[in-house]
């Protein structure tokens, strides 16, 4: 799979024998959600293209003031492809945004950052391309009920494959008890696996779309599941996660259920992770591969683990940007919670995956959620990685034990850090510990970053009580 046009001649090729009628720009803000403007492709001058289209900054969050509210978005052709659930025939453009004033890509626009980190990349010597392969796992869900005011707050979730059916009964149900069970969900066949059909649709456009599918199945958890995609750059990676989110919650939404991204919707089940397959290259050499080390990683690559083990709390700011990412990183649900590498090991933060050769080397950061904007997860791991190869920072591991197994007074008398316990505690990791940024992210993008997610995330969920709260404490 991959590009449908490679330039400005070919895109309306490309429209003209589709019969495309709309043309959906799209850009993503800090927290990264998706934002789109839909012309009449009648409208769409290629001068349009190659100056950009006018927008309103002030109107996204944690964006631009009133008074300097005029912005560009920056279309890049290269990366069209057709909207497979509109009614008229739509074709999607990524966009990058930029800023007139400072005459320059957008300080705040995480795909502009993205571009920024590999450009920096380059500048270091250290390599010329950095491959990303996240995976990410979703929940697909029946019925999603959520209230809160100043006197009640509460969720409830269901899914057929929730074993709190199991004693359900009406005259318009026929409860079948065919279950996966609370972590009972890895790789069982229908009917306990409920989701096939689902998953083959979504594997199905997805490709349509453009990406490069390999494998679908069943997750650890109750109505969990996973779609494996090929890696790609950077920009390209991220760029897929957008696709592939889009394209789960909307197959999902038109077959009357609902999909989540969200690391942590069931208490006492498995959680959602964005695992993180991550190399560096130069000159077309692999700078993570060296062969007869320790799982064949080169020096290189334990100098990249040990920065983003040694600035992991700041990292996880962006990696991990919810307050519910911390309720998924407990011990005892595949938690990667421990800060060490192990090969094949998925109790460690970082595994570093079984392959033979150059080709397959990597390592896998298993933290990382899809609650994170793909543009600056993948930056920050980058930049983190780089900062410790030019510092030689070397991790705590290799680490082959089950590290699930080891009890809080272990880890600590061994000496093994962890990642935070809360988005506080990253946050204010970040603020002390975000110079290893700079070489990329402007003061005024980190300042208006941990300000958002304070007054957006933290504070908000602080100031909360919780139904947990009033069963151990009301009647104290």
């Not at 069943?218 to 957008?242: M, P, S, W």
């Not at 009890?407 to 603020?431: F, V, Y």
């Not at 402007?442 to 947990?468: C, G, H, K, M």
């Amino acid at each position: 799979m991959g590009k449908f046009v490679n330039n400005v001649e070919e895109f309306y090729k490309f429209c003209e024998s589709n019969e495309v009628e709309f043309v959906d720009f799209r850009f993503t803000d800090i927290k990264g959600s998706w934002h789109h403007i839909s012309y009449r492709m009648s409208a769409v001058e290629a001068s349009m293209l190659e100056a950009g289209l006018p927008f309103d900054g002030s109107s996204i969050e944690a964006w631009q003031p009133i008074n300097k509210s005029d912005m560009l978005l920056k279309p890049e052709v290269e990366t069209a492809f057709l909207d497979p659930f509109t009614a008229d025939p739509t074709i999607v453009v990524f966009c990058d945004v930029f800023d007139i004033y400072k005459n320059e890509l957008y300080e705040k626009c995480p795909r502009s950052i993205a571009k920024k980190t590999l450009a920096y990349l380059t500048e270091t010597g250290i390599g010329d391309e950095a491959f990303f392969g996240p995976e990410n796992e979703f929940f697909i869900f029946d019925d999603v009920q959520i209230w809160t005011g100043v006197n009640q707050s509460g969720y409830r979730v269901d899914s057929e494959e929730g074993e709190w059916n199991d004693s359900r009964h009406d005259n318009e149900y026929m409860n079948t008890a065919h279950r996966p069970r609370t972590k009972g969900g890895y790789f069982p066949v229908m009917p306990i696996d409920s989701m096939v059909d689902l998953r083959a649709e979504m594997m199905q456009i997805l490709e349509e779309v453009g990406l490069t599918v390999m494998l679908g199945h069943h997750e650890v958890a109750q109505a969990q599941g996973e779609i494996g995609i090929k890696f790609g750059t950077l920009v390209e990676a991220a760029d897929n996660v957008q696709k592939y989110k889009y394209v789960v919650k909307m197959v999902a939404h038109l077959n009357g259920k609902t999909a989540t991204f969200m690391p942590k919707p069931l208490y006492g089940d498995n959680g959602n992770g964005m695992h993180v397959h991550q190399s560096i290259w130069k000159d077309g050499k692999n700078q993570f591969y060296k062969e007869g080390e320790y799982a064949n990683l080169s020096q290189t690559a334990i100098h990249y683990l040990g920065g983003i083990f040694k600035h992991a709390h700041a990292v996880a700011a962006f990696t991990n940007p919810s307050t519910n990412s911390y309720k998924r990183l407990i011990p005892g649900f595949e938690a990667p919670s421990i800060l060490t590498y192990s090969s094949q090991n998925r109790s460690a933060a970082c595994r570093i995956p079984y392959g033979a050769g150059e080709m397959a080397t990597r390592v896998e950061t298993r933290f990382p959620d899809s609650t994170a904007c793909p543009y600056l997860a993948f930056s920050v791991l980058l930049l983190a990685g780089l900062d410790g190869i030019k510092n030689k920072d070397i991790p705590v591991g290799p680490m082959d034990v089950d590290l699930f197994e080891l009890t809080l007074d272990e880890i600590r008398e061994k000496n093994i850090p962890q990642m935070p316990h809360t988005l506080r505690e990253s946050l204010e990791a970040l603020i002390s510990d975000g110079c290893f940024l700079k070489s990329v992210m402007s003061d005024e993008f980190l300042d208006t970053y941990q300000n958002y997610q304070f007054e957006r995330q933290v504070w908000p969920d602080e100031a909360r009580p919780t139904a947990f709260e009033f069963s151990s404490t009301y009647s104290c």
